[in-house]
């Protein structure tokens, strides 16, 4: 899917043929098993991916998933998505992305700590502040992440906080990390919902997966004034027309780690919730949700798309087709999270942190920027936003590439 999204991309701007391979192939592509001791005694291998996909622009970044359908596949996609993300945003990266096939449900909080420093451990001859900084990423989080810093700072002798983003405060996270994806999804919403002419107060919203990103989201959105009707997760959604109490939800699934049997509204099945008549359609859990069998049937007027990938090549095309439902694709539209990342990079690199309202500033300034120029390249060429998106970040790798010629 993201190889046939590059084609396209590279035709529409017509990429010379000495750039397509080496702009679209992974620089490196790392495999590695992960013994660890269970609380029983027992011993199990897992195993673990990293791939970097672009080093020519800065230090690759890019999250790390556990989760037990993870591929390296699945994973060299997903850094290719984020070399365009960060190229799109104007950050100083190349993407990446890691990945370790676990359900960490299954483990324990000493064995995930064992796993996620065992997967560090690994990657040290390969990664570093100057050269690929990883994040959170489904299945991780900010607790992972500061075991992951630990193991890296013990290995080189001296505390190294941006060797990883996404991490606890007290560890030289950024405030607004958190949040970050989920409110540069609904500030993105808010924007074209204003070029639409609707008023947010009037906006229907319903969103698929209900963790980081799509709670944070439903939490801005519900400030800006929007109704949010429907949230899922993958044990189930609930639907109530008259809107849901967000931060009741959120105290829910805090407490019982789903969202099943919330008594917020009526149980609807993910399938359903997908084909809600609403405002805003936010897919905000795994990739390739909407596909030819139900993008008909889909009846929103904006497709926001939190999640990477969850829109199929093939629905992509009824998408365009149809022409009554505007999209703002996963490149732009998620990618909050690896902007305040930077700046969290920055700030450990500097030494010097900033408050929440300074970064939410500056994050929105960035967001600001960066759908200007999609606006502006798509009524240029009248591309679809996707490609319009794709275009601008393929073009300035593929820039940086040719202006740094090829090393013998």
């Keep these: 899917m993201a190889c046939r999204q590059f084609d396209q991309a590279a035709d529409a701007i017509n990429l010379p043929e000495n750039l397509r391979d080496r702009t679209k192939y992974p620089r490196r592509c790392f495999a590695v098993s992960l013994p660890i001791q269970r609380d029983d ?55 990446a992305k890691g990945g370790v096939i676990v359900n960490p449900t299954q483990l324990s909080e000493l064995e995930l700590e064992r796993l996620a420093r065992r997967y560090m451990q690994e990657l040290i001859p ?82 698929q997966g209900f963790g980081n990103v799509g709670s944070e989201a439903a939490v801005a959105l519900e400030a800006y004034g929007a109704k949010i009707i429907a949230i899922s997760d993958y044990t189930g959604g609930i639907y109530n027309p008259k809107g849901i109490n967000i931060r009741k939800a959120q105290q829910y699934v805090a407490s019982q780690k789903v969202l099943h049997n919330f008594d917020g509204g009526e149980p609807i099945e993910n399938e359903e919730l997908l084909e809600l008549e609403c405002t805003v359609l936010i897919p905000a859990a795994l990739e390739r949700v909407i596909t030819p069998d139900n993008v008909r049937k889909i009846k929103c007027r904006i497709l926001a798309e939190a999640a990477n990938g969850p829109t199929t090549y093939q629905a992509d095309k009824v998408l365009e087709e149809r022409g009554d439902i505007e999209v703002i694709p996963d490149v732009l539209c998620n990618a ?68 740094r010629g090829l090393f013998p």
């Design 41 to 95: 005694g027992s011993v199990t291998v897992f195993e673990g991916y990293r791939v970097q996909h672009n080093l020519s622009t800065g230090p690759s970044k890019g999250g790390i998933r556990f989760h037990q359908s993870v591929t390296i596949g699945e994973v060299a996609a997903l850094s290719m998505w984020m070399s365009w993300k960060c190229s799109l945003m104007g950050l100083p990266y190349g993407g």
């Design 126 to 207: 390969f990664i570093g502040p100057n050269t690929d900084v990883p994040a959170p990423d489904m299945g991780t989080n900010e607790k992972m992440m500061g075991w992951m810093m630990d193991t890296y700072s013990n290995h080189v002798g001296h505390i190294e906080p941006a060797i990883v983003t996404g991490k606890p405060i007290s560890l030289g996270g950024s405030q607004g990390r958190r949040e970050a994806t989920g409110a540069g999804v609904a500030y993105l919403v808010k924007k074209y919902l204003e070029d639409l002419k609707i008023p947010v107060k009037n906006a229907t919203v319903v969103i």
């Design 336 to 403: 909050g999270g690896v902007t305040v990342s930077y700046f969290e990079w920055l700030q450990n690199r500097q030494n010097y942190y900033w408050d929440k309202v300074e970064v939410m500033s500056k994050l929105f300034k960035i967001l600001d920027k960066a759908k200007d120029s999609v606006e502006a390249q798509k009524r240029k060429f009248g591309f679809s936003r996707r490609l319009a998106a794709q275009t601008l970040g393929i073009q300035r790798v593929a820039n940086a590439k040719q202006s």
